[in-house]
C-alpha cells in the first residue's frame, strides 16, 4: 500500500506541477511530517542571483523560520530551470516540489502550519490585497529596473546572470531572458514608464506599506504572517544590494517604520542562526550596513 | 475653468455605457468626481487621439491613454473622488487594485477572449459588427492575439488551450478574488463608505461587463450572481450614475431579436450594396458584350432611317428584320 502510494506521488510529481496534481498531492501528504532534509534552491548567491529572486527567496527563507520550519538553502547555477513554474526559489519537501511563495504557503498550511489562521476574513482580505500589491508594484518595478534600464541590465544584471555559462551561452541566455522580460513589461503597460517614473511607483507603494503597518510591530499586530515575510524579503534585499544607482534605496530609507520593521524581523528570525545566511548572499553587492 | 476635456471611449451595449473595463472605470471615475467630461462614444480606435481607447484629450498635456494616468490627471484639475479617504484607506486603495489586476483580470481577459465559444459568438460578434469596415476584419484578431500574448508573458508561458489547467487556475484566483471583494465591501454602499471612490471606479470597471454580458459559457459570471452585494453594488451605480444609458439598453435590445443577425443601422447600406453590385454586373456584361462585337451598334444613314430602323445584328443569329427594308 505505501508503495502505491509512493508510486502514484513519483508518477503525478514527474507529470509536472499544477493545481489539480497539487491537490492529489495534499490529499496523500497530509499526515507526513515535515521532514529535516527539506532544501531550498536558489541560484548560487555569490555571483548569479539577481535582486528579484533574492528578494523572493529571501522572503520564502523569511516564512519558513516564522514557522519554524527547518530548511537547508542550497544554491545551483540552473536552480531557475529545475523549477516546475520556472521562478525562483522552489522547495523540495519529501518527494514534492513547489515553487514560489503564494503555493508554497498552501502546501505548508496542508501540512498543518499557518500563520494567518488567527485572521479574520476581512484582514485575510487585506492580506492577499497587500500581498498582491507588492507583488505587482515592487517585483515589477525590480524586473524593470534590472533589465529595461540599460545601464543596470549592462553593468549588473546580463554579467550576472549569465556568469555561470560560457561563451557564446552567455550572452544568448541574457539577452533571450532580456527580450522575455521586455515583452512582458510591453504586455503590461510598464514599457512607457521613465526609470523616474518607476521610482515613483515604487515610493508610493512604500508609502501605502509603511501606511499599513502604522507603528504596530508587524502587519497584524502581534504575530507575522506571509505578508510580513514578502514584505521583509523584498525590502531587506533593496535596502542591502548595490546597484548602478542609490536612488532605490533611498526611497525605502524614507519611511523608518519599515526600517525598523526590517531590522525586528532581522533580529528576531535570521540572527541566531548565522548570519552567513543573508548577509553573505549580499556582502559583495552591499555597501557596508544598511542601518547606518 | 479651462475646456472641457473630451472623452473619447467604446460606445455601450447591453445596458453599459462602455463596453470596455478601462472605459467603464474612467467614466465612472469622472461621475464620482464631478468632471464635466464631454464623451465621444465611438466604435474606431483608430479614430482616437492616441490611437487606442479609452484617451483623453486635454488642452495642455496632449493625449493619455490610460485609466491609470486619465485618473492622475483629472485629480490634478482637482476632480478628484479620493479627497475624504484617510491615510489607510489610500493605502488599501492601491493594495485592492493591484489585486485586481493580478487575479481578476487575467480571467476576464481569458472569459472573454481565450474561451472559444465566448469570443466567437459574443465578443468577435460584437466588435466585427460595430466597428466600421474594413477594419472589422483585422481589429478583433489582433485584439484577440494581444489578450493571447498577454496572458501567456503573464502566467508565464503556460498552456493557454481552454478547459484545461490554466483556465481552472485563473478561474479559480478570481473566485477567491470575487470573494475577497465582496468580503470587504460587506454590506457597505461603497467600498469607503458611503461615497464612491476611485476603487470603486475601478471594480465596478471590471465587474459590470462580467455582471450584464450575455456569455453563453460562463462559471465566472454564475459566481458573481452568487455574491448579491456585489450584483447590488454594480447595478446600484449604474442606476445612479447612468440611468440614461441603462435606459438605452433595452431600446437597442429590441431590433437585435427582430433582424437576426443584420444590424439595424446597416439595413439602408446593404440595399445600396445591392443596387451597386447589380449595376456594376450589368455594365460589365454589357461592355464586354460590346467589346467583343456580340453586341454592335450601327449608325445607318439618316434617309435609310426613315425606312425603318434597322435592329443590331446578333452574330450567328438569323433577324428577320432584314426582310423589312
Given amino acids: 500500500m505505501p508503495n502505491c502510494l509512493f508510486l502514484c506521488a513519483t508518477l503525478v510529481h514527474y507529470a509536472g506541477p499544477s493545481y489539480s496534481n497539487y491537490t492529489f498531492h495534499l490529499f496523500h501528504s497530509a499526515a507526513e511530517p515535515w521532514p529535516e532534509n527539506a532544501a531550498l534552491y536558489q541560484p548560487l548567491k555569490d555571483d548569479q542571483i539577481l535582486l528579484s529572486d533574492h528578494a523572493s527567496s529571501l522572503a520564502v527563507q523569511a516564512y519558513l523560520r516564522m514557522c519554524n520550519l527547518p530548511v537547508q538553502v542550497v544554491c545551483r547555477a540552473n536552480a531557475e530551470y529545475m523549477s516546475p513554474s520556472g521562478k525562483v526559489p522552489f522547495i523540495h519537501v519529501g518527494n514534492q516540489v513547489v515553487s514560489e511563495l503564494g503555493p508554497i504557503v498552501q502546501f505548508i498550511k496542508a501540512k498543518g502550519h499557518s500563520l494567518s489562521d488567527g485572521l479574520d476574513e476581512v484582514q485575510k482580505a487585506e492580506m492577499k490585497a497587500y500581498m498582491e500589491l507588492v507583488n505587482n508594484m515592487l517585483l515589477t518595478a525590480e524586473l524593470y529596473i534590472q533589465w529595461c534600464d540599460e545601464n543596470t541590465a549592462k553593468e549588473i544584471t546580463r554579467p550576472r546572470f549569465s556568469s555561470p555559462y560560457t561563451w557564446p551561452l552567455n550572452h544568448v541566455l541574457a539577452y533571450q531572458k532580456q527580450w522575455e522580460v521586455r515583452r512582458k513589461m510591453k504586455a503590461i503597460g510598464w514599457a512607457g514608464k521613465t526609470l523616474d517614473q518607476v521610482y515613483e511607483d515604487v515610493s508610493q507603494c512604500c508609502q501605502a506599506l509603511s501606511q499599513r503597518l502604522g507603528t504596530q510591530p508587524y502587519f497584524f499586530n502581534k504575530q507575522p504572517t506571509e505578508l510580513d515575510a514578502l514584505v521583509f524579503g523584498h525590502l531587506f534585499t533593496i535596502l542591502t544590494t548595490q546597484l548602478t544607482s542609490d536612488e532605490l534605496g533611498e526611497k525605502v530609507k524614507n519611511y523608518s517604520n519599515l526600517l525598523s520593521f526590517c531590522r525586528r524581523i532581522e533580529q528576531n528570525y535570521f540572527e541566531d542562526h548565522d548570519k552567513d545566511s543573508i548577509t553573505s548572499s549580499t556582502s559583495r553587492l552591499s555597501k557596508g550596513s544598511f542601518l547606518m | ?325
Fill in chain 2, 1 to 325: 475653468m479651462s475646456a472641457p476635456l473630451e472623452l473619447y471611449c467604446w460606445k455601450g451595449e447591453w445596458g453599459l455605457p462602455s463596453v470596455d473595463s478601462d472605459c467603464l472605470t474612467v467614466l465612472a471615475y469622472a461621475k464620482f468626481a464631478g468632471a464635466p467630461l464631454k464623451v465621444h462614444k465611438i466604435a474606431n480606435p483608430w479614430r482616437s487621439p492616441t490611437g487606442s481607447l479609452p484617451a483623453l484629450k486635454t488642452s495642455e498635456d496632449g493625449s493619455l491613454s490610460q485609466p491609470h494616468k486619465i485618473i492622475i490627471h483629472l485629480r490634478k484639475q482637482k476632480y478628484n473622488a479620493d479627497y475624504d479617504l484617510s491615510a489607510k484607506e489610500g493605502a488599501d486603495t492601491l493594495a485592492f487594485i493591484s489585486l485586481l489586476e493580478e487575479k481578476l483580470l487575467p480571467a476576464l481577459i481569458y472569459a472573454f477572449w481565450v474561451d472559444s465559444k465566448n469570443y466567437v459568438e459574443v465578443t468577435r460578434r460584437w466588435y466585427a459588427e460595430n466597428i466600421p469596415f474594413p477594419l472589422n476584419f483585422y481589429l478583433p484578431t489582433r485584439m484577440h492575439s494581444n489578450a493571447l500574448d498577454r496572458l501567456r508573458l503573464v502566467r508565464g508561458d503556460s498552456g493557454l488551450e481552454p478547459g484545461d489547467e490554466a483556465e481552472k487556475e485563473l478561474y479559480r484566483d478570481a473566485y477567491e478574488c470575487m470573494t475577497l471583494l465582496s468580503q470587504r465591501l460587506g454590506t457597505q454602499k461603497f467600498f469607503f463608505g458611503d461615497f464612491p471612490s476611485s476603487l470603486d471606479a475601478y471594480v465596478f470597471g471590471q465587474l459590470a461587463p462580467l455582471l450584464k454580458v450575455k456569455l453563453p459559457n460562463c462559471k465566472l459570471q454564475q459566481h458573481l450572481k452568487s455574491l448579491d452585494n456585489l450584483c447590488h453594488y454594480c447595478s446600484n451605480i449604474l442606476d445612479l450614475y447612468f440611468q440614461n444609458e441603462a435606459s438605452d439598453g433595452p431600446a437597442r435590445k429590441a431590433p437585435t431579436p427582430r433582424d437576426d443577425g443584420s444590424d439595424f443601422d446597416n439595413e439602408p447600406h446593404k440595399r445600396r450594396n445591392q443596387f451597386l453590385s447589380v449595376l456594376v454586373a450589368l455594365g460589365a456584361m454589357v461592355g464586354y458584350a460590346f467589346l467583343t462585337g456580340i453586341v454592335s451598334i450601327q449608325r445607318s444613314n439618316p434617309h435609310n432611317a426613315l425606312h425603318g430602323r434597322r435592329a443590331p445584328q446578333l452574330a450567328g443569329d438569323e433577324v428577320d428584320d432584314e426582310d423589312g427594308e
